[in-house]
């Protein structure tokens, strides 16, 4: 009788959980479009930094597209197609370089509408699946870094493929039992041969064009339409004085920002091709007889991680960031009574985190390792 | 026909010049009403939108155009050097012109239709309309049948026009012209004559503050229209920042358009390139074929042989390892040791896979990765390595040129065989499929 | 007793001494002094591939690199290596555009002396010279550890000012459209604005 009661109860309780998320009444353009409102106040930035990534996302799309035209995901001319593009194509130089810088663009704005939502308790009910969802974007992005880098196949692309395919597996040793293989099951599955090769360029190629985006346009969606339905979270503790529509209002603000963002972004990869960070040798495209060369890393986004690999034993980076990972995900119940202040503050120590270690990671790391 | 060109072509200007200055200024000053358009926009509004919005869009850009060739020839030819542009402005002016002679066409059949409006219509405004109807379907003609004119004309009537206003007529570059492009310089003239007699002057009253000003609405008072008159007011002024906003927008589109779409169009038609530049392309591609078919067979090698190849243990030494491809298909050194045997080390470094330096330093080899050093002799890493795991040593098989085996080393435990000086020179080195564990 | 050689030996015997030094001291070839100077200088990492052919040096047998090439290519390599004087134009089959140019420009007597002073080596090159024409110049490339030869690589903020100066037109034009746009579309919501304010109409 009481078992009866209580599993009734929970399919109620769930029941009424999905219903307050996807509340059927709110969902229609007089709603979404005409009622919602975007509170003024100080952190109201924040509000912008969602849409300046999907932005780049667009960008993303359209000069992916560009770049397929050209294009060839073989071993053998997947490096030349790429010099080819640079070289000879129209503007295909600067199409590359866009897609380059705007990829780090979509990843750096991720990482701040993640931060700013965190600070301005954007999680609250009945927004959990909004920060979850947008956890998930944000994994995916990076995934779409880390499979991006492999395509031109040069020098570094393969060899920081290689250890990062190499870490997956590294992370085997410290699981128990079952799950011992599971990485090593993971990295071959992507990796798709012995060594990182053809196997693994035509996967990477197929996630990073296919696979990724479905799944980003997917998540992106509902994502959007929970923003949407629940309309912009309050962000600070009093009550905002003004408010200000989302249509046109918002929305307008919002294009001319992109308007802004476009032309940073135009300018500096018409001046600054992306790849002059490097050392030359390492662009050379990758031989698979020869010796590795010296300077091997990873993108700037993944400084946060890589620095402290270097640095530290593998199973502290392995707990914290499977600690991370999880608080990250249960955000919207671990901090549920937690005050805007404190959110803030712990926000302000990741920004700061986050913003030493991409700057001065590798000064660290020479200072600590030699 | 000298003295027909110098009369049409030479008096004619001056003449229509000075009547048309005279003219305008006497029917300005001395019957300011008249000094307007006529506008019969109250007696018939719908076929007038139909015609004078094209009209006057068209022709202002049209005459906008010659003016700008004739007041500064020099930029104007160096903007229409570029291929693409000369193809834009040239199909304009003749989308232009035809929206001109659409405009042109609704508004004579407006006067020639309307009840009302033909109850306003002069004889000289019939002239006026015709004669413009004659002159855009010349400028259109002229566009078709002789095309480039936007550039032509640089080198013929602007010359000509600035020999007319420097009082230095001369008739050179215009007199051998095509009869067509002469009628419309001609009839140009005449349209200047007709200003002070017609409705034309009132292009003297451009009324540039249209634009930005709010709508003027015309309410009726009425009760019925009363409620709908604040209304009409708020659309009026909305309507406004639309036009402007609007316009913004085209001039930023175009803008962005005229330098985005021939590189756009240029990107998916293709590059075409030089033949040497398709020669270095081919050498390239077809060496980095070479290279992975070289790597596929280096599989198959291992897939179908007991031993391979890694060289002649005379050209070994214990300072530069010799890279080689392992059973694995991955990175192996090959060194000599100090008795003068093989030493087969694995190059894949331990730690995340790097494949580590050829150079031994103090007999030691370095992963440039992370900065790993591995003694070959024992394969250990530095205690502050970050790799922790040794380097494995492989097998190997000493056979002479014949392919007798004389010395073995499995991997681990002891060499088997010994080495006579005589064989040491002769002596290759090979690696072996038994010896591969797993 | 007469000995006499033919020509033709008579030519191998007067090659000999020279292919003997020139196999016996692979390591003094490829000028590692420069490389050094370079990656100390700019604290990027750079290979031989800067003025060489082959990013791991001369010596070995792989593509343009001494064991590996044909009579014709050893043949041109004599010529550039006898290029002690500045101004020949050599065409070295283990030098890239770059190396070719530096024999060129100051010759390999010059260069040899350089070793020691390797800081000098920009200030030797011609100032004007920048062969991918990226608006960097060589002996600048050559300071900073960067490509001197690939149009896409240099110093970032070097390369940032070259680009701003070239493309001046490009981001000025783009800059204006921008403005445009942005200033049209704030025209729109002035205007939507107006049309869906909350209006109070007058009583009748």
Redesign the interface.
């Known amino acids: 009788m009481t078992r009866d009661n209580s599993s009734t109860s929970k399919t109620a309780n769930t029941l009424s959980f999905i219903a307050d998320r996807f509340p059927l009444e709110k969902m229609n353009l007089e709603h979404m479009l005409a009622h919602k409102e975007v509170p003024v106040h100080k952190m109201s930035w924040g509000y912008y930094t969602g849409g300046m990534t999907m932005f780049f996302f667009m960008i993303q799309i359209i000069t992916g597209l560009f770049l397929l035209f050209y294009y060839q995901p073989t071993v053998s001319d997947a490096n030349l197609s790429v010099e080819y593009i640079t070289k000879y194509v129209s503007v295909g130089g600067l199409i590359r370089n866009m897609h380059a810088w705007s990829a780090s663009g979509m990843i750096l704005f991720a990482v701040v509408h993640l931060i700013t939502a965190f600070a301005m308790k954007s999680f609250e009910k009945p927004r959990e699946l909004t920060w979850i969802m947008g956890v998930l974007l944000l994994i995916i992005t990076f995934t779409f870094g880390f499979t991006g880098y492999l395509l031109p196949w040069n020098q570094i692309a393969v060899n920081a493929t290689k250890v990062g395919l190499q870490s997956v597996e590294d992370i085997g040793q410290y699981l128990p039992g079952m799950l011992h293989e599971v990485p090593r099951i993971l990295r071959e599955t992507f990796q798709g041969e012995a060594s990182v090769g053809q196997s693994t360029l035509g996967r990477f190629y197929a996630l990073h064009v296919v696979l990724l985006p479905l799944a980003l346009a997917g998540l992106l969606g509902i994502h959007l339409l929970q923003v949407q339905v629940h309309g912009m979270s309050q962000g600070v503790d009093e009550k905002p004085k003004k408010q200000e529509r989302f249509f046109p209002v918002f929305l307008f603000k919002d294009l001319t920002l992109w308007g802004f963002l476009f032309f940073i972004l135009f300018t500096l990869s018409l001046c600054i091709p992306f790849e002059s960070f490097l050392p030359f040798p390492l662009l050379a495209p990758y031989d698979a007889m020869g010796a590795t060369p010296p300077g091997i890393k990873p993108e700037w986004y993944f400084f946060f991680v890589y620095y402290p690999l270097e640095l530290l034993p593998f199973w502290v980076i392995l707990l914290a960031s499977g600690l991370i990972g999880a608080v990250l995900i249960l955000t919207p119940w671990i901090f549920k009574g937690s005050s805007r202040k404190t959110l803030t503050f712990i926000a302000t120590a990741v920004s700061l985190y986050l913003l030493i270690m991409t700057l001065f990671g590798e000064q660290i790391y020479h200072l600590l390792k030699h | 026909m000298p003295a027909l060109d110098n009369f049409f072509l030479i008096a004619l200007p001056y003449l229509a010049v000075v009547i048309c200055l005279v003219g305008s200024y006497y029917r300005i000053k001395t019957r300011p009403m008249t000094y307007s358009a006529l506008s019969s926009q109250f007696l018939e509004s719908k076929g007038l939108m139909w015609g004078s919005l094209p009209w006057h869009i068209g022709i202002i850009t049209i005459i906008a155009a010659h003016f700008i060739a004739f007041l500064v020839p020099g930029l104007w030819q160096a903007l229409l050097s570029n291929q693409t542009v000369l193809l834009f402005v040239e199909a304009a002016g003749l989308g232009l012109s035809l929206l001109c002679l659409f405009g042109l066409a609704a508004l004579l059949l407006r006067r020639f239709t309307s009840e009302k409006v033909q109850s306003v219509t002069s004889q000289m405004d019939l002239v006026v309309l015709l004669v413009l109807l004659l002159q855009v379907a010349l400028g259109a003609h002229i566009a078709v049948s002789l095309s480039w004119g936007a550039l032509w004309s640089v080198g013929t009537t602007v010359p000509y026009l600035w020999s007319l206003l420097s009082f230095t007529p001369d008739l050179s570059m215009v007199q051998d012209l095509p009869l067509a492009v002469k009628a419309h310089i001609v009839l140009a003239w005449v349209l200047i004559l007709l200003v002070p007699f017609s409705r034309l002057i009132h292009m003297f009253a451009v009324p540039l503050e249209y634009i930005g000003r709010p709508w003027q609405n015309v309410v009726w008072v009425s009760d019925r229209r009363k409620e709908a008159a604040p209304q009409a007011f708020v659309e009026g002024e909305a309507r406004r920042y639309f036009v402007k906003g609007g316009l913004a927008a085209v001039f930023g589109l175009s803008l962005l358009s005229v330098g985005v779409f021939d590189k756009i169009f240029r990107f998916f038609f293709g590059p075409r390139l030089t033949a040497h530049q398709e020669t270095e392309l081919m050498t390239t591609r077809l060496s980095r074929l070479e290279a992975t078919s070289s790597q596929r067979k280096l599989e198959l090698e291992r897939q179908e042989n007991d031993y391979i190849l890694v060289g002649s243990l005379a050209e070994l030494n214990s300072e530069r390892g010799k890279y080689f491809i392992d059973y694995t298909m991955m990175p192996a050194l090959a060194f000599k040791t100090a008795e003068g045997l093989p030493l087969l080390i694995s190059a894949k470094c331990t730690h995340l896979g790097c494949t580590v330096g050829a150079d031994a330093v103090d007999g030691k080899i370095l992963c440039p990765c992370h900065i790993s050093y591995f003694s070959i002799d024992t394969g250990m890493p530095n205690a502050d390595s970050p790799a922790k795991t040794p380097l494995p040593h492989l097998g190997w098989v000493l056979m002479d040129t014949r392919g007798n085996q004389l010395v073995s080393y499995s991997g681990k435990g002891a060499v088997k065989g010994t080495l006579s000086e005589a064989q040491r020179a002769s002596a290759r080195v090979y690696i072996a499929k038994a010896h591969q564990i797993g | 007793m007469n000995i006499s050689f033919s020509r033709t030996s008579q030519k191998l015997i007067a090659v000999t001494p020279v292919l003997i030094w020139l196999f016996a001291m692979p390591q003094t070839q490829a000028y590692p002094q420069f490389q050094e100077f370079s990656e100390k200088n700019s604290g990027?990492?750079?290979?031989c591939?800067?003025c060489h052919l082959n990013?791991?040096g001369p010596t070995g047998d792989g593509?343009g690199q001494i064991g590996g090439l044909t009579k014709e290519e050893l043949d041109s390599l004599m010529r550039a290596r006898s290029a002690l004087a500045p101004g020949t134009q050599v065409d070295s089959p283990i030098l890239n555009k770059f190396g070719n140019e530096i024999i060129k420009d100051i010759g390999k007597r010059k260069l040899l002396e350089l070793r020691q002073n390797p800081q000098d080596l920009a200030k030797a090159l011609p100032a004007q010279s920048d062969l991918d024409q990226d608006g960097i110049s060589d002996g600048q490339e050559y300071m900073d550890?960067?490509?001197p030869l690939?149009p896409?690589?240099?110093?970032?903020l070097k390369?940032?000012l070259a680009?701003?100066n070239k493309?001046r037109l490009?981001?000025i034009?783009?800059?204006?459209?921008?403005?445009?746009?942005?200033?049209?579309?704030?025209?729109?919501?002035?205007?939507?604005?107006?049309?869906?304010r909350p209006?109070q109409?007058?009583k009748?």
């Not at chain 3, 990027?44 to 290979?47: E, M």
């Not at chain 3, 896409?152 to 970032?156: A, I, L």
């Open positions: 990027r990492n750079v290979n591939a800067m990013g791991d593509k550890g960067t490509d690939n896409e690589h240099g110093d970032p390369l940032l680009n701003l493309y490009h981001v034009l783009t800059f204006i459209a921008v403005m445009t746009l942005n200033w049209g579309i704030m025209q729109f919501l002035k205007g939507l604005e107006i049309l869906t209006r109409l007058p009748a």
